[in-house]
């Protein structure tokens, strides 16, 4: 997968872009289903498929406040990888992007730069400024700009709509076969080892201390986990 971070000269034209725009905190099974419909879509066309993502969430700039992500930027690049994403695309989000109204975003990014053929969203997917920016309005301005839309439909898991604010209220409360059933998977953290007083080890008992990066854990406990570095 290549990875994009802003917007710059391409190095080689994306070859009939078919693409998705979000956060995808967590890249659950809803977000799968999207990029399932983005490469399903790509392959069709013989295109490339590509998610643009961004660096940071909104909330952080326009309500200013901290944000805890289920994945990392870093980890949802893994993610989109193993899904089998040609590109991503890491926008930072400041206020200056903050501030751009959706058709401009649509105009100026995903057409003029990007040229964009196909855009896949999920049903709930909003963007630009005052998050005017929804399936909606992206059918209604893809004539005037020639590309196709598609919308994707919840996924549902009992009986609950599957989204990042669910699954991350599973994981603060513990309810992690909840959070894996919405993930499609076990519910993971990347972290980077850092050296600590090796106590462990003289107890006989080897450990890692992780530094999170911002990403949410379950309370205080014992966890049988398995580790991949």
Known sequence: METIYGIKELTRKIHYPVATIGMFDGVHRGHQKIIECVRYNALQKRGESVVITFDRHPKNIIENRPHSFITSLEHRLKLFEHFGVNHTIVLGFDQKLAQMTAED????????????????????????????????????????????????????YQGQVISST???????????????????????????????????????????????????RPPRGVYGTRIRW
Do not use: Q
Request: charged share 20%; aromatic share 8%; with cysteine.
């Open 105 to 156: 975003f649509i105009r100026e990014i995903l057409v003029s730069w990007l040229n964009v053929k196909c855009i896949v969203l999920g049903f709930n997917c909003h963007f630009g400024k005052g998050r005017e920016g929804n399936i909606a309005l992206v059918r209604s301005l893809a004539d005037k700009y020639g590309f196709e839309v598609y919308g994707c439909s919840p996924v549902i």
């Open 166 to 216: 669910a699954i991350r209220k599973a994981i603060l409360k513990g309810e992690l076969e909840i959070a894996e059933g919405m993930l499609g998977r076990p519910v993971s953290i990347l972290g980077t080892v850092v050296k600590k007083s090796g106590r462990g080890r003289t107890l006989g008992y080897p450990t890692a201390n992780l530094n999170l990066h911002h990403e949410v």
